[in-house]
């Protein structure tokens, strides 16, 4: 039998019911965090930091560290680990449950960081994009959400949660990471965005909601014309003189699948609807 050195403690297994798959490859954890590049005045909020893969390389690198934990056996080693350290705060939570935006009275200076579960994804990404949005966040994703976030009109891969973010924030493709970069090793591939919110805001609270009303409407039913999803959609019942308008004013072609426009058309349908 193998023992243990006295006094070390096992470290915690990833638990499935969490999606938990540490990120072991240090080169990967480096060039992530080089990427980043946090800064001595920044506010860095940290989603998952597991075994700290990635809070090795941030901590003493920014003015205040947040992690947010949701294992117990994880979040008390944190808070063993950083007692000492004044300027790392060790948060025991769902990250859907934490107000980025209330960890401090500055939340424009706020950056987060993440390999997220990824079976929280889009709820995150849209909990992380309500107002008052961080500065910016670097989030490890799987592959084909990334591929998702960075689509462009008239494929597959383009719906709700690629107008939903990119109407508030650009998207930038950073790396791709293997399976086997990770412990256990994923059945999917990961990839690294850069997801920064517009500074200023290109569009009003009200636009916002009025767009994501339409496009959680459009994509329900992706696969049927506009003109029928605006008409028969039971969260829209546009009426046949209202499209008829629309397509003199616009002069698009109704008949088109909702994924064939571009966020901009969505969001200038958007503005239009609500007006009437």
Not at 58 to 68: I, K, P, S
Not at 118 to 142: E, K, S
Not at 184 to 190: D, G, H, L, N
């Amino acid at each position: 039998m193998t023992r243990r050195p006295r006094g070390r403690r096992a470290r915690p297994r990833a638990k499935k019911s969490l999606g938990q798959n540490f990120l072991v490859d240090p080169n990967l954890q480096r060039r992530i965090v080089e990427h980043f590049a946090p800064a001595p005045d920044d506010l860095v909020l940290e989603i998952g930091p597991g075994r700290r893969a990635l809070t090795d390389h941030l901590v003493g690198r920014c003015a205040h560290l947040y992690l947010v934990e949701l294992d117990d056996d994880l979040a008390a080693d944190l808070s063993r680990h950083f007692e000492e350290r004044q300027d790392v705060t060790v948060i025991h939570a769902d990250i859907l449950d934490v107000d980025p935006g209330a960890l401090t009275a500055e939340p424009d200076r706020l950056r987060v960081i993440g390999n997220i579960p990824y079976n929280i994804t889009a709820p995150l990404l849209f909990h992380l994009l309500r107002r008052p949005r961080p500065r910016d966040a670097l989030l490890m994703v799987q592959k084909e959400v990334a591929e998702r976030l960075t689509a462009a009109p008239g494929g597959g891969d383009f719906g709700a949660l690629t107008v939903g973010v990119r109407a508030v924030a650009d998207v930038e493709p950073v790396m791709r990471v293997p399976p086997g970069a990770f412990r256990p090793v994923p059945a999917v591939e990961s990839a690294v965005v850069h997801v920064r919110p517009h500074d200023p805001p290109r569009l009003s609270e009200a636009e916002e909601e009025a767009l994501r009303r339409l496009t959680r409407a459009l994509f329900q039913w992706r696969r049927k014309q506009l003109s029928r999803i605006l008409r028969d959609h039971p969260d829209l019942r546009v009426a046949p003189a209202v499209l008829e308008e629309l397509a003199r004013e616009t002069g698009w072609d109704l008949r088109r699948r909702p994924e064939t426009f571009a966020p901009d058309d969505l969001l200038a349908l958007a503005r239009w609807l609500s007006e009437r």
